[in-house]
């Protein structure tokens, strides 16, 4: 399994744009790559998913203002978010999933305040 690293959180004002980055130490060539965050006082919560074929699904929270996308020659997804909300405060994680196996990474904190 490979070993995942988040980077590109931050404070942000409610409208602005943030990209984050998910680096995997391995190839993710095969794999089903998600992003979940978790909010203060909250459950985790899906937050989108991408095939190893580039399918893309979202959240209904976020769909139409976050897009996730992947580069497997650098062996990176991203999670690129835009119109972002004080709701979207929380840290992100990403998740890899190939068969039975899954892995997390150590989250990026996201914060969205005026």
């Known amino acids: 399994q490979v070993q995942l690293v988040e980077s590109g959180g931050g404070l942000v004002q409610p409208g602005w744009s943030l990209t984050l980055s998910c680096a995997a130490s391995?190839?993710?060539?095969?794999?089903?790559m998600a992003w979940h965050r978790e909010a203060p006082g909250k459950q985790r919560e899906w937050v989108a998913t991408i095939s190893s074929l580039g399918t893309t699904m979202y959240a209904a929270s976020v769909r139409g203002r976050f897009t996730i996308s992947r580069d497997n020659a650098k062996n990176t997804v991203y999670l690129q978010m835009n119109s972002l909300k004080p709701e979207d405060t929380a840290v992100y994680y990403c998740?890899?999933?190939?068969?039975?196996?899954?892995?997390w990474g150590q989250g990026t904190q996201v914060i969205v305040s005026s």
């Open positions: 998740k890899s999933v190939r068969g039975a196996y899954n892995s």
């Open positions: 391995g190839t993710i060539f095969g794999y089903v």
